[in-house]
């Protein structure tokens, strides 16, 4: 299995509820980052957590971090149609050097939200 | 501020041929990084420079894959020659500065398809 696994692969929820998306991960990181991806776009950074954080807000989005269960999570709130999209985590490594630099992705929740 | 420019959006080539793909990363960005994605898998890192040096080239599948940033500005990264398996979408990024906690910005990528 994959660092960085999120789930579910999909969810489609109504305009005004809340989503809601995990993530797993395999090794000790820095931080861990929440992307946004619109079909034939690239991706949007969203949020960063740092691994002393445990959790953080920006707007609408709401990242916990448990180091200890190597997971996070990621709540949109009052969602919108425009939230429609493939959400990804991806974590980067505690190891400073060649490595410490990459992202390590999942493979992403595609939500959609019906309006 | 422009963001990291991709080109071509969309390459379609036959196996054996040979594509190169640019990046153009945000300006003052001395981090440019190379991603893909192919079919149903999740994105995976290919390679990070610093200024002109590769500082990470793990990722990289094989030796038909060539990546440079001569002058540390733009970077191409070249597929000689193409495979079937090469087909996807190829994700570059760049962050200004050195370190984990620095969120690193996406192009729209460049979408390979290999007949």
């Known amino acids: 299995s994959q660092q960085g696994e999120e789930d579910p692969q999909a969810l489609s929820i109504q305009e005004g509820e809340n989503a809601t998306m995990n993530c797993s991960y395999k090794t000790s990181i820095n931080n861990l980052q929440w992307y946004r991806q619109n079909s034939g776009r690239g991706l949007v950074h969203l949020i960063l957590?740092?691994?002393?954080?445990r959790e953080k807000h920006s707007g609408r989005l709401r990242v916990t971090l448990d180091t200890s269960k190597k997971s996070s999570s990621l709540l949109i709130t009052a969602s919108r149609a425009a939230d429609t999209a493939s959400y990804f985590c991806?974590?980067?490594?505690?190891?400073?050097?060649?490595?410490?630099?990459?992202?390590?992705f999942g493979e992403g929740t595609q939500l959609t939200v019906n309006p | 501020e422009a963001g990291v420019t991709q080109f071509p959006s969309h390459s379609v080539i036959e196996k054996g041929q040979t594509v190169t793909l640019r990046c153009d990363p945000i300006s003052g960005h001395d981090n440019l990084y190379w991603y893909r994605r192919v079919m149903g898998k999740e994105i995976k890192f290919l390679l990070h420079?610093?200024?002109?040096?590769?500082?990470?080239e793990s990722g990289m599948p094989n030796n038909r894959f060539l990546a440079e940033r001569t002058g540390g500005t733009y970077s191409t990264l070249k597929v000689q020659p193409a495979e079937l398996e090469d087909s996807g979408v190829y994700f570059c990024?760049?962050?200004?500065?050195?370190?984990?906690?620095?969120?690193?910005?996406f192009g729209d990528g460049t979408r390979l398809s290999i007949l």
């Open positions: 991806a974590t980067h490594g505690s190891h400073y050097g060649t490595s410490g630099s990459r992202l390590t």
């Open positions: 957590i740092r691994s002393n954080e």
């Open positions: 420079f610093v200024k002109e040096s590769k500082q990470d």
């Open positions: 990024a760049s962050s200004q500065g050195w370190g984990s906690n620095q969120p690193q910005h």
